[in-house]
Structure formats: structure tokens, C-alpha cells
């Protein structure tokens, strides 16, 4: 089976840095992806994960570590909106048809 | 821009009920697939589909079916409501050729309330 845990809540400052942690217990796994979702609004890619390391995408960036079963998205220069959900999902395979969503963190940023 | 369109944003309907949701994307993209997402279970996946006429369950096929006649649209059937699919339902569709990170386009969701 697939288990992702991430935090449910977070809180940060405008213009802090924060990081948003997921670890994993899968049976298979290709890579690790990312997504926000604003209220009421669709789930959007941010990035992807498939080899260890630091991927960085302007004030957003992802990190994988396969031996830990471990990743985080890390996000700077916190703007207003940035509060949304944030969800990471494990890919078991190259096609990617079974990715398993984790249950979300939902990111409050205050003035 | 990429497009997926979910027919309702919001639908109420009885138990017992026979529901329609339905999912249009104008990306050419031959895999199609709904979720469902309620608080604290995050994304679940229900059905998907690799191309036209094509399905296969996902985590939680259970009371639910799928129809994937053309390309582009995919339906989720609700045979028999229940209050327990009371729930956010979303659509997703990517290339079949979309590269190592299979990054899914969604919808912006169905809420359906079953009463």
C-alpha cells in the first residue's frame, strides 16, 4: 500500500521562508510531486522529484531524499498567496497512473 | 492553455439517484482520471482511463463507473447515490507521453451533495 503524511496546518510570515515536510511509505516509487490548490479552486503542478537532491523552481523549491523516504517543498519570499493547500504525491511507476495524493497541508501566511 | 472543464460545480441529489458527472479536456490528452477529495483523506483516485473506451479502478472504485467514449471526455457514474459520496469530486488529465514528472491537469471540481 501507499502512505504519505504531511502536516495538515502551517502558519508563516509574509516574506519568511517556510518548509513543508512529507514522508512516505509506499510499495513502489518512481518520484515525488507537488501541487497547490486554492480554495475552491483546481490542484496545480508546482514540481517534480524523481532523483535525490534540490530542484528549484523561482521561490519554490522541492527536495528528495529516496533513502529517508523523505521530501519537503520549500517555499520563499512567502507572499500572501501562497496560502493554499499544498499536497505531495508519490509516483509508484514510469507512467505514473496510480499516483497517491498525501492528505495536504493547508499553508496560512499572515502580514 | 491547457483546459479540463468540469460540467457542475455543484450538484444536489437524492439517495437513490443516478448521478452524471462529467469532465471535457481540450488537450488531446489520452489519460483521463476522477478523484474524489474530502478533508483530511486528501486525493483519492476512483477510475482512470488510458485512452478512449479504456478503464481501469483506481483506490476506490466502489458504487462508482466510468464511460470514456471520445477522447476528450470522460464521465463519472454515480449508479445509486448514497450520502456517503457526498464529497468534492475531481477530473485530471495528462499526456500519455508526459515525460518523467506525469504532471495532471485538473478541473476545478464537482461538489455534490447526496441528501
Known amino acids: 500500500g501507499q502512505s504519505l503524511e504531511q502536516p495538515s496546518e502551517v502558519t508563516a510570515v509574509e516574506g519568511a521562508i517556510v518548509q513543508i515536510n512529507c514522508t512516505y511509505q509506499t510499495s513502489g516509487f518512481y518520484g515525488l510531486s507537488w501541487y497547490q490548490q486554492h480554495d475552491g479552486g483546481a490542484p496545480t503542478f508546482l514540481s517534480y522529484?524523481?532523483?535525490?537532491g534540490l530542484e528549484e523552481t523561482g521561490r519554490f523549491s522541492s527536495f528528495l531524499s529516496r533513502s529517508d523516504s523523505y521530501g519537503y517543498l520549500l517555499l520563499q519570499e512567502l507572499q500572501m498567496k501562497d496560502s493554499a493547500s499544498y499536497f505531495c504525491a508519490v509516483s509508484p511507476n514510469f507512467g505514473n497512473e496510480k499516483l497517491t495524493f498525501g492528505t495536504g497541508t493547508r499553508l496560512t501566511i499572515i502580514p | 492553455d491547457v483546459k479540463v472543464t468540469q460540467s457542475s460545480r455543484y450538484l444536489v441529489k437524492r439517495t437513490g439517484e443516478k448521478v452524471f458527472l462529467e469532465c471535457v479536456q481540450d488537450m488531446d490528452h489520452e489519460n483521463m482520471f476522477w478523484y474524489r477529495q474530502d478533508p483530511g483523506l486528501g486525493l483519492r483516485l476512483i477510475y482512470f482511463s488510458y485512452d478512449v473506451k479504456m478503464k481501469e479502478k483506481g483506490d476506490i472504485p466502489e458504487g462508482y463507473s466510468v464511460s470514456r467514449e471520445k477522447k476528450e471526455r470522460f464521465s463519472l457514474i454515480l449508479e445509486s447515490a448514497s450520502t456517503n459520496q457526498t464529497s468534492m469530486y475531481l477530473c485530471a488529465s495528462r499526456w500519455l507521453f508526459s515525460g518523467s514528472t506525469g504532471e495532471l491537469f485538473f478541473g476545478e471540481g464537482s461538489r455534490l451533495t447526496v441528501l
Open positions: 522529484n524523481g532523483l535525490d
